[in-house]
């Protein structure tokens, strides 16, 4: 039996139901909210034609003739980007920023005549465009002579702190796994080793970023607040749980399928972060010009990320001129449209929705709530049920081919399983099921014409709490 949505008025009387640990913190959700962002890998190895430079190359190398920051920052927010995450420093320790710790950065260059910050353009550029700005500082630096030793780390940490206290607010701090290996090292050319469980000493780094930029998520392949998905293609695991066990890792010593899938009995909330880059590298390279993913490529690299309720950090990486290419701003925008398209609006937004289960019975949690707009409102079922319907009753028969699950963050990823019927012929029929929904489920497949829509929850760790339900149609 269905009972009616608001069947009472909501009276605050009705506790809500309790979280299911672990929770997202404030700023893991203030992250999650962001959908998709942009990286900038924009450095030495756009001028001498590598993906990873050795450390010995000249900073006389490194000189953008038509450097644009607003060009930048303009195409990104015009193809939907919420932040831009800047290498500042990538694996051959050349610095963006003139550092006062060395001198391989932009000062010695002849950019600017040595007198450029490319950190500080760019991080202003964002904020006039409404862009969050994060930063790529990478761990492994192959011109440093010290790498290896601990006054390496006083110099990375020197350097982030740098970063930290010099370019305004900052959403993502972005650390990668390669490190150690063969490189420069200030000429002694030789392969370097690290303990990578130990060498950094993280616990006192993450301690530095929440001392200088509270507001911060950190990303690793360990976390803490943001993991790696496991693979650079943008596609999370069609399950994939927020959770993991944190002490499992550490930047570089990851376990790709677990990264890639989460870990359901987790103790932590380290939501996934799917990093790819529209062309093949991820520094421009000319001959990779006629490789820019197009926009429907990037729209199934949504549905695989954004749709698994993963973040997507899609690199879009400026070229010798200092600015973004046409074909990749062309791509961007485009896939951009698209989604602004399928998504502007919920084809169930005046339907009527009723559930087999409301809390207490009351209109606070109604199963009209998940078609309110508000991802802070939810319908939810008293405690100890698990197994509850909601249909969904449309004016008319509609045609959709994307169903949008959102659950309520603050309180947990609840669900386990579930399943959508359509009303077909005088019965229910299935046309989808899955599993983890968290921040967002996008299920996508053959269109379907109904005026009836019903999610089945079939397994769920306490009573589920449903934040929203959307009907799209993107043409297909
Ligand atoms: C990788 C790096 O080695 C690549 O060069 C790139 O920066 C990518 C985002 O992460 O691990």
């Given at each position: 039996?269905?009972?009616?949505?608001?069947?009472?008025?909501?009276?605050?009387?009705?506790?809500?139901?309790?979280?299911?640990?672990?929770?997202?913190?404030?700023?893991?959700?203030?992250?999650?909210?962001?959908?998709?962002?942009?990286?900038?890998?924009?450095?030495?190895?756009?001028?001498?034609?590598?993906?990873?430079?050795?450390?010995?190359?000249?900073?006389?190398?490194?000189?953008?003739?038509?450097?644009?920051?607003?060009?930048i920052a303009r195409v990104a927010a015009?193809?939907?980007?919420?932040?831009?995450?800047?290498?500042?420093?990538?694996?051959?320790?050349?610095?963006?920023?003139?550092?006062?710790?060395?001198?391989?950065?932009?000062?010695?260059?002849?950019?600017?005549?040595?007198?450029?910050?490319?950190?500080?353009?760019?991080?202003?550029?964002?904020?006039?465009?409404?862009?969050?700005?994060?930063?790529?500082?990478?761990?492994?630096?192959?011109?440093?002579?010290?790498?290896?030793?601990?006054?390496?780390?006083?110099?990375?940490?020197?350097?982030?702190?740098?970063?930290?206290?010099?370019?305004?607010?900052?959403?993502?701090?972005?650390?990668?796994?390669?490190?150690?290996?063969?490189?420069?090292?200030?000429?002694?050319?030789?392969?370097?080793?690290?303990?990578?469980?130990?060498?950094?000493?993280?616990?006192?780094?993450?301690?530095?970023?929440?001392?200088?930029?509270?507001?911060?998520?950190?990303?690793?392949?360990?976390?803490?607040?943001?993991?790696?998905?496991?693979?650079?293609?943008?596609?999370?695991?069609?399950?994939?749980?927020?959770?993991?066990?944190?002490?499992?890792?550490?930047?570089?010593?990851?376990?790709?399928?677990?990264?890639?899938?989460?870990?359901?009995?987790?103790?932590?909330?380290?939501?996934?972060?799917?990093?790819?880059?529209?062309?093949?590298?991820?520094?421009?390279?000319?001959?990779?010009?006629?490789?820019?993913?197009?926009?429907?490529?990037?729209?199934?690299?949504?549905?695989?990320?954004?749709?698994?309720?993963?973040?997507?950090?899609?690199?879009?990486?400026?070229?010798?001129?200092?600015?973004?290419?046409?074909?990749?701003?062309?791509?961007?925008?485009?896939?951009?449209?698209?989604?602004?398209?399928?998504?502007?609006?919920?084809?169930?937004?005046?339907?009527?929705?009723?559930?087999?289960?409301?809390?207490?019975?009351?209109?606070?949690?109604?199963?009209?709530?998940?078609?309110?707009?508000?991802?802070?409102?939810?319908?939810?079922?008293?405690?100890?049920?698990?197994?509850?319907?909601?249909v969904i009753t449309l004016a008319q028969?509609?045609?959709?081919?994307?169903?949008?699950?959102?659950?309520?963050?603050?309180?947990?990823?609840?669900?386990?399983?579930?399943?959508?019927?359509?009303?077909?012929?005088?019965?229910?029929?299935?046309?989808?099921?899955?599993?983890?929904?968290?921040?967002?489920?996008?299920?996508?497949?053959?269109?379907?014409?109904?005026?009836?829509?019903?999610?089945?929850?079939?397994?769920?760790?306490?009573?589920?709490?449903?934040?929203?339900?959307?009907?799209?149609?993107?043409?297909?």
């Amino acid at each position: 039996m269905i009972s009616a949505g608001l069947a009472a008025d909501a009276t605050g009387s009705v506790a809500p139901p309790a979280p299911r640990p672990p929770t997202p913190s404030l700023r893991q959700m203030q992250w999650q909210d962001l959908g998709v962002c942009g990286f900038l890998h924009f450095n030495m190895n756009t001028f001498t034609g590598k993906e990873w430079g050795y450390g010995d190359e000249s900073e006389t190398n490194f000189n953008p003739t038509d450097f644009d920051a607003d060009q930048i920052a303009r195409v990104a927010a015009e193809g939907g980007m919420r932040g831009l995450i800047l290498t500042c420093k990538h694996h051959d320790g050349f610095c963006l920023w003139p550092s006062r710790y060395t001198e391989h950065s932009v000062k010695n260059s002849p950019w600017k005549d040595g007198k450029g910050d490319v950190v500080r353009e760019i991080s202003d550029a964002c904020r006039r465009h409404g862009l969050q700005f994060g930063i790529y500082l990478s761990p492994w630096d192959r011109s440093r002579a010290d790498y290896g030793r601990p006054e390496y780390i006083t110099y990375f940490r020197n350097q982030l702190r740098e970063l930290l206290t010099h370019y305004g607010p900052i959403f993502e701090v972005w650390f990668d796994g390669a490190n150690g290996g063969d490189g420069y090292y200030g000429g002694a050319r030789e392969k370097r080793t690290i303990d990578r469980a130990t060498y950094y000493d993280w616990p006192n780094t993450v301690k530095l970023v929440r001392q200088l930029q509270p507001c911060a998520c950190i990303f690793s392949d360990g976390g803490p607040d943001i993991r790696w998905v496991g693979n650079e293609d943008g596609h999370a695991g069609s399950t994939c749980w927020a959770t993991l066990n944190l002490r499992d890792f550490a930047p570089g010593l990851a376990d790709e399928n677990l990264l890639n899938h989460g870990d359901r009995s987790g103790s932590d909330w380290v939501p996934a972060e799917c990093d790819v880059s529209i062309r093949p590298g991820w520094f421009y390279h000319a001959s990779e010009d006629a490789k820019v993913k197009s926009p429907s490529q990037l729209l199934d690299i949504y549905f695989a990320s954004v749709g698994r309720g993963a973040g997507l950090v899609l690199n879009v990486p400026p070229d010798r001129r200092g600015q973004i290419a046409d074909g990749d701003a062309r791509s961007l925008r485009e896939f951009h449209d698209a989604l602004e398209t399928t998504f502007a609006r919920n084809l169930a937004r005046d339907a009527r929705a009723e559930a087999s289960n409301v809390r207490g019975n009351d209109s606070g949690f109604a199963a009209q709530r998940v078609l309110d707009g508000w991802d802070d409102t939810y319908w939810a079922t008293d405690d100890g049920v698990t197994n509850a319907q909601l249909v969904i009753t449309l004016a008319q028969p509609t045609m959709f081919n994307i169903v949008s699950l959102r659950e309520y963050l603050p309180l947990g990823q609840r669900i386990e399983s579930f399943a959508l019927d359509q009303w077909r012929d005088g019965q229910w029929v299935e046309f989808a099921a899955g599993t983890s929904i968290g921040k967002q489920c996008l299920v996508r497949g053959a269109p379907v014409t109904t005026e009836k829509v019903r999610l089945r929850v079939l397994k769920c760790a306490q009573c589920p709490a449903i934040a929203e339900i959307g009907l799209y149609a993107d043409g297909s």
